[in-house]
Nanobody, 123 residues
């Protein structure tokens, strides 16, 4: 079993910045894709950005140039630096990881989600 623990959400004024962190722990062999999704009230969960183990990144158009994903593969941690935040960025942000892990069955490949962290952009 793998756990993802997020931190760094909060309340910020428009134009401000926040940095989210997500650390994975457990019987991890390696992590393939890691990324961030968000869900605003009344909306479906949407992809914000994803990074694969090869270093490729994909950002949704609305955050390009403002958000930056980074990974520390030694610490199994992914970060999301969010700059120039806008009210429409308000949402619960979820970390997502696709993990190769060991179990009693051998090696498994599973998808895990963090618990979510609230980001509120408001004056």
């Amino acid at each position: 079993q793998v756990q993802l623990v997020e931190s760094g959400g909060g309340l910020v004024q428009p134009g401000g910045s926040l940095r989210l962190s997500c650390s994975a722990s457990g019987n991890i062999i390696s992590i393939n894709d890691m990324g961030w999704y968000r869900q605003a009230p009344g909306n479906e969960r949407e992809l914000v950005v994803v990074s694969n183990s090869g270093g490729s990144e994909f950002y949704t158009d609305s955050v390009k140039g403002r958000f930056t994903i980074s990974r520390d593969n030694v610490k199994n941690t992914v970060y999301l630096q969010m700059n120039n935040l806008k009210p429409e960025d308000t949402a619960v942000y979820y970390c997502d990881a696709h993990v190769f892990e060991t179990s009693i069955l051998g090696v498994e490949f599973n998808n895990y989600w963090g618990q979510g962290t609230q980001v509120t952009v408001s004056s």
